[in-house]
């Protein structure tokens, strides 16, 4: 009699356990879940490239190589699946500008304005 109170206890907290466990499991309010932030650094042998929807419902096709330092811009026809390609242009150059067609203050000027602090 005594082991037959022993099994019926051990039951009775094995269904009290998985009880508690999946009033646990399915009462809790999801998990937060964060964004994680996206790496922006170049892939060492790879092109980098992004699509954007234009007004037209064509699709724009911007490939980057970071090797080269080339960017080259495409349009896609959805409805026929052409592509054409709009331009192409190294721009090593352009990233060596302190600056064009900005406003003021200019970065020479805000740089003269730090180092007189």
Not at 28 to 51: K, S
Request: one cysteine or more.
């Amino acid at each position: 009699m005594a082991q037959n109170k022993s099994v019926q206890l051990f039951f009775g907290l094995v269904i009290v356990g998985i009880t508690a466990a999946l009033t646990h499991l399915f009462s809790n309010e999801p998990a937060t879940v964060f964004a994680q932030p996206q790496n922006h650094e170049a892939p060492r042998d790879g092109l980098i490239t992004h699509m954007q929807a234009l007004p037209d419902g064509a699709q724009q096709l911007c490939v980057l190589d970071p090797r080269q330092r080339v960017v080259a811009v495409y349009h896609i026809d959805a409805e026929k699946g052409g592509i054409a390609l709009q331009s192409v242009r190294n721009i090593y150059w352009d990233l060596r500008i302190n600056h064009f067609n900005g406003t003021t203050p200019l970065p020479e000027e805000i740089r003269s304005l730090i180092e007189q602090e």
